[in-house]
């Protein structure tokens, strides 16, 4: 065991003690509304994203480009993430803002339903869409940067891991009932009328949400007007966030390059899944973040983010990419599998980037660090995807049948973002956390246990 590792070992009554001190009333009661809030958001997220837009926008034939744009305009909506650090620097009231950015970007997924009232040609449809997106996501992702460092404000620091954890994992399986039920649905019942029935519902579990934030606490924040370029260029100076900002740059980038064709490959691209077999695809994941993400949590605590971080990305960059290209079309069997693998892997790197952030912000300037972290990786991730659509026409050119196996496009692509994904570990590693565990000894430490807890079960 290493000096780190080992100082750590030799200190758990302190970690015990901090672990038995109670959560303050106000936090305590806003962490159990949070999860309700994020519940009937995640309904709505759901409905507009993934496989529901990506089915919608197939059904108005859009073009390779355009599915590109679909899949990395929430990213680059980032970017609204310093615009919303800069207006609470003078409007330190994060309650109201994260609620009034919320209701407009939502509400805006009203529109879907009601343009077949519109009379809208059926070919201008996904270029409406993606100004749709564009628009909405501007205030969605800005909502994103400052409930953040709201939450962070709200959740004490040593069980932040095990409450995001465990706050994916019961996000994750709502989403597993909110998309088994929208994949029944859009499978029954025809187009365009499914769409738009799952767009309006899903904006008024949104808009129920947005009213929770009502009831939400918020820890007093100062005022400390400053210009919009400081919010960016101040956090910049910090030489530890540029280290992490090389890490979620090349992890967005690497990941986009492959995420916005991943339902166009399972849907019309090549695999023919329909609607339930997606959404059952998505409900295992979730059981299996249920499983998987409040395990992570409790590692990350412990161990720090930074170790998780390094494992996970390896499988996520490596085996989850590599099991979509042995799926045969129509087979939705290793699909499933996969499912299990990309729980393992996104129920420990989602809240371990969001708490390593986190981590990194110091408290009074986090809104902006969080915002420049959300910036780099939207404008990254966009770039990524970006490039995927201008991939996939250059790797139509490496089609090929072997043995009776097609290699496509969809292929070459993952291939080469699977290829990318599996070096981040490379950067994460130069970034400082306070008491993390290298990386070998938390494998040392936590196999054993595992191992023990899988054959137990």
């Known amino acids: 065991m290493s000096a780190k590792a080992a100082k750590s070992a030799a200190t758990p009554s302190l970690s015990a003690r901090e672990d038995q001190e109670p959560v303050p009333l106000k936090a305590a009661a806003t962490m159990r509304l949070s999860i309700i809030e994020g519940s009937l958001t995640t309904v709505f997220l759901n409905w507009t994203a993934g496989s529901v837009i990506t089915g919608f926008m197939q059904y108005h034939d859009a073009s390779t480009m355009q599915l590109a744009l679909v899949g990395s305009i929430p990213a680059l909506a980032q970017a609204s993430a310093p615009i919303a650090a800069w207006i609470q620097s003078f409007y330190p009231h994060p309650k109201k803002l994260t609620t009034i950015l919320a209701a407009i970007g939502r509400t805006l997924w009203l529109l879907p339903a009601l343009w077949p009232f519109f009379s809208l040609p059926k070919e201008a449809v996904p270029a409406y869409t993606i100004v749709l997106m564009a628009t909405s996501y501007f205030f969605l992702q800005a909502c994103g940067a400052v409930w953040t460092a709201w939450m962070g404000s709200v959740v004490p620091p040593r069980i932040r891991g095990r409450y995001f954890g465990r706050r994916t994992a019961i996000l994750g399986m709502v989403g597993l009932v909110a998309n088994v039920l929208a994949g029944v649905f859009l499978d029954h019942v025809g187009a365009p009328i499914n769409y738009q029935i799952i767009f309006f519902i899903g904006v008024v579990c949104a808009l129920t949400a947005t009213n929770m934030f009502k009831r939400h606490w918020e ?99 490596s085996v989850v990419p590599l099991t979509w290209m042995v799926i045969a079309p129509r087979s939705p069997g290793m699909l499933y599998f996969n499912a299990v693998l990309d729980a393992l ?8 980037i969001f708490n390593l952030s986190l981590a990194t912000a110091p408290p009074k300037d986090r809104i902006a660090y969080i915002s420049v972290i959300n910036l780099c990786a939207g404008v990254s991730g966009f770039l990524g995807g970006l490039l995927s659509a201008f991939l996939m026409d250059i790797f139509e050119m490496t089609r090929c049948t072997i043995a009776g196996f097609e290699w496509t496009e969809y292929h070459t692509l993952f291939a080469v973002s699977a290829c990318l994904r599996s070096c981040a570990w490379i950067l994460v590693k130069r970034v400082h956390e306070t008491h993390a565990w290298r990386t070998r000894d938390v494998l040392l430490e936590v196999l054993p246990r595992f191992t023990n807890f899988v054959w137990r079960r």
């Not at 400081?230 to 910090?238: F, H, T």
């Not at 994941?285 to 930074?306: E, H, Q, Y």
């Not at 129920?347 to 371990?352: E, N, Q």
């Open 219 to 317: 820890p007093p924040v100062v005022a400390a007007p400053v210009r919009l370029h400081e919010v960016i260029r101040g956090p910049l100076r910090d030489p530890n966030l540029r280290r992490l900002l090389m890490f979620v740059a090349y992890w967005q980038a690497s990941v986009l390059l492959a995420a916005t064709f991943v339902y166009p490959y399972f849907q019309k691209g090549h695999l023919h899944m329909t609607f339930t077999q997606i959404g059952i695809y998505q409900a295992i994941a979730a059981t299996g973040s249920l499983i998987f993400g409040p395990m992570w949590g409790k590692v990350a605590d412990r161990f720090g983010n930074k170790s998780v971080l390094s494992i996970t990305t390896v499988l996520a960059g």
């Open 345 to 352: 892997a996104w129920s420990a790197v989602t809240p371990a």
